[in-house]
């Protein structure tokens, strides 16, 4: 299987190409520079509507993951339009891309975001839920709509994810430096619920993806147990053995990254993982104990 990756240096994709590869799969990346473009990366330019064309010829499946990272601090104006460029054109330009090919790939998998679902409360959303309100959730819908083009010639497959925990980057390496420090503590409220999922299985669901033609449209890649902010709180503290009683205010979040906190950090999904158990995923971290003492006993070892 020849499999074309954008996103190939970010988080994800560059956990799924290692894996990639220890399969015996053929990877051809998507990269931004031309200096790096040769036999096995495409050169494009999402804002300036390039991509070599010649390169996509051949794939058997391409994983989209590209994306301006979402939680870098405050939004701006400027900001805003990024993290919607870089989704909304760049997967509207790949897709037309790929279906002009003349030979395009039979499976197409969208890297797209559970943030599709908006704030919800204790909702369970399932796969079939409408899309939410807010930025991101409008960012999302457009997200996925870019991927039209490319439904007629492939298997279309829309991951999408929660809050993905590694030890190589993310939302946890942010999080544990005031945890080890007994200054962490939940976040508003606390009652917001985090739908998450180990990098680990956020790979293998890409895999399984790849892998089996029965999963197709849209699938919620998280967990099967979402949990509340106070609950990750929790749980983290008493796997580092450390206190948690510190609350962060809403108003203070709000006050120092304005949108970003209130789209992302007080935002609440609790999010279904019904189609991965459907199709018979086999989760390695169901639960998020299993998940962060997994995660940190690997980061012990790997730094002793």
């Keep these: 299987m020849k499999v074309l990756v954008s996103g190939s240096s970010g988080l994800i994709g560059s956990a799924l190409i290692v894996r990639l590869i220890q399969a015996g799969r053929e990877v051809v990346r998507l990269v931004r ?20 064309t010649a390169g996509l010829e051949g794939l058997d499946a391409a994983v989209h993951l590209a994306g301006e990272n979402i939680g870098k601090g405050r939004w701006t104006g400027g900001y805003r339009r990024r993290i919607r460029d870089s989704r909304v054109k760049g997967t509207k330009l790949l897709c037309e891309a790929l279906a002009a090919a003349d030979s395009p790939p039979r499976t ?3 890297g797209a975001a559970a943030g599709f679902y908006g704030n919800r409360g204790d909702e369970l959303l399932h796969e079939d839920s409408p899309a939410g309100e807010g930025y991101l959730a409008e960012v999302c819908r457009e997200w996925e709509a870019a991927a039209t083009s490319i439904e007629n010639k492939a298997r279309v497959v829309k991951l999408r994810t929660g809050v993905v925990l590694s030890m190589r980057g993310g939302a946890l390496v942010k999080m544990l430096p005031p945890f080890r420090l007994g200054l962490g503590g939940r976040l508003g409220s606390g009652l917001q619920y985090m739908s998450w999922i180990s990098l680990d299985d956020l790979v293998s669901v890409i895999l399984f993806a790849l892998d089996n033609e029965s999963v197709t449209g849209a699938v919620n890649a998280v967990s099967p ?6 609950q990750y709180t929790r749980t983290l503290g008493q796997i580092l053995h450390r206190p948690t009683f510190f609350t962060v ?9 304005g949108e970003m906190a209130e789209e992302t950090l ?3 999904q609790r ?27 690997r980061k012990r070892r790997d730094d002793s």
């Design 33 to 52: 520079s031309r200096d790096k473009a040769r036999a096995n990366a495409v050169y494009w330019n999402p804002e300036t509507g390039e991509i070599d």
């Design 108 to 110: 197409f998998i969208l």
């Design 225 to 230: 147990h979402p949990v509340t902010n106070a």
């Design 249 to 257: 205010p809403a108003f203070v979040l709000r006050f120092l990254l």
């Design 266 to 268: 007080l935002t609440s």
């Design 271 to 297: 999010v279904h993982s019904g189609q991965l158990e459907k199709y018979g995923f086999a989760f390695a971290h169901p639960d998020l104990t299993t998940a962060l003492t997994d995660l940190l006993s």
